[in-house]
């Protein structure tokens, strides 16, 4: 007798369930997912998703808006074949989602028909589950009707029909991209202005007014390129600096006449045709003209050399007084007053005055120390047996009284009448350092 032993039933290795994932938020999507968004964002299948949430009039509205902006991309300043693909598929979308509604209106049930054709997918799913279960119903039920049947039947086959192709849909891909214009750099602003520079008038009004004609295509009409017509403002502002009147270059006879113009001008005269020039430069800049900026910058320095050639020749004006007797300086003082009055010399009357006045200020600095001696005051320090006061002595003295006082009133050995001395020190001391300021100023 054959002994049959059960085996035992083999124990499968138990794999481990991978978790589900977490749900996720709406709105709380994670780079991925924005990714995935912007990726089926712009494909045939939102698209059509978009044209079947529209009614009839605004199916309409959409098919002429896109022939527009065909005709609009194809031509004209802002020409873009991208647009123009684009464009094109987008009316071959609208016209197939018409001819989808031609049909539906030949359904056995349009109304029904038409609003499951505008649904989304969650919403279809749900309405197919329900016709499901109505053939169900009608076919294995105790109610059971072939009419009814017939009816769910009809719908389910819609249904599927129009799942379908929505999955058909979604392999069509993204629809064309519209070619993208980039702003322009600074080598292109700069070769732009290059170009402008080197036409005549002529051209420049040509060039002018294609940019016009661009400008308006890009800024109106159903096709518009924003970036377009930022490119195309800065280039007219290019053509608006170049159309100026441009300056030719200072000759060397030009320049050399203007140095001699200002031979015989006052300190204050130089000084404000200095500025004057400078200012001309900038604006010279600011419009683009590099050729009346190269002149205005050219009189700029022939003006701080006349500057500093003229602050010369009144220093040596000082030390030729300075070293004249007092009948010497009284005769140069007449003849000042002499070539003052003479009409000829009326381009010269600002520099005689200045000389005029160098003139009568050692005039007046004799006259002082014949009547005043002792009240002229120094600069540095003061020579042995000179009684007369000095600037640094007086600070050497301020600095003594404010170390005494910190002394007095900080130190270890604090001394109240030793503090209120140095304190009157530094009073008198300061006193008698702004009359000498004063004088200086005077």
């Excluded at 039933?9 to 794999?15: F, R």
């Excluded at 031509?75 to 049909?103: C, F, H, M, Y």
């Excluded at 309405?127 to 009816?151: C, F, H, S, W």
Aim: glycine share 8%; proline share 5%; charged share 35%.
């Amino acid at each position: 007798m054959t002994t049959i032993r059960q085996q035992q039933p083999v124990q499968l290795p138990v794999l481990p369930r991978f978790p589900s994932p977490a749900p996720v938020a709406p709105g709380a999507l994670g780079g991925v997912g924005r990714a995935l968004k912007d990726l089926f964002a712009d494909t045939h299948s939102s698209y059509k998703g978009q044209l079947r949430g529209m009614d009839d009039k605004a199916l309409g509205a959409e098919g002429k808006r896109l022939q527009k902006v065909i005709a609009d991309a194809s031509s004209g300043g802002d020409k873009n074949p991208g647009a123009v693909s684009r464009a094109k598929a987008q009316l071959a979308e609208v016209k197939e989602e018409q001819s989808a509604r031609v049909a539906i209106s030949k359904h056995s049930d349009p109304a029904w028909a038409k609003k499951a054709h505008s649904m989304n997918d969650a919403q279809l799913g749900t309405e197919r589950a329900r016709q499901l279960e109505r053939y169900q119903e009608a076919t294995t039920g105790y109610d059971r009707d072939p009419k009814k049947a017939a009816d769910a039947k009809s719908k389910l086959d819609y249904l599927n029909k129009e799942s379908f192709g929505r999955v058909v849909d979604r392999f069509q891909g993204q629809l064309p991209k519209a070619s993208v214009t980039r702003p322009t750099g600074f080598m292109e602003h700069v070769g732009d202005f290059v170009k402008y520079r080197s036409m005549s008038p002529g051209e420049l009004a040509t060039e002018k007014g294609k940019l016009v004609k661009t400008l308006r295509d890009a800024t109106s009409g159903d096709h518009r390129d924003v970036q377009l017509a930022a490119n195309t403002r800065q280039k007219l502002e290019l053509i608006n600096h170049c159309e100026q009147p441009r300056s030719k270059p200072i000759s060397n006879d030009d320049l050399h006449k203007y140095q001699k113009d200002l031979e015989h001008c006052p300190s204050a005269e130089l000084q404000r045709r200095h500025g004057d020039c400078r200012s001309q430069e900038r604006d010279c800049r600011q419009k683009g003209d590099l050729v009346g900026e190269a002149n205005c910058r050219r009189k700029a320095e022939v003006c701080e050399g006349a500057i500093v050639r003229h602050r010369g020749e009144l220093a040596d004006c000082r030390k030729r007084v300075g070293g004249m007797s007092d009948k010497q300086l009284n005769d140069y003082g007449c003849d000042l007053d002499r070539q003052l009055k003479d009409p000829k010399n009326a381009s010269r009357r600002g520099e005689l005055c200045e000389y005029q006045q160098i003139c009568r200020h050692e005039q007046h600095e004799r006259l002082c120390d014949r009547h005043f001696p002792g009240s002229k005051p120094v600069e540095g320090p003061r020579r042995p047996g000179d009684e007369r006061l000095s600037v640094e002595d007086l600070i050497k003295d301020l600095l003594q009284g404010a170390e005494r006082y910190g002394e007095a009133t900080t130190g270890v050995d604090q001394n109240p009448k030793v503090a209120r001395d140095a304190l009157q020190d530094i009073e008198r001391d300061l006193k008698q350092l702004l009359e000498l300021l004063l004088k200086f100023a005077s």
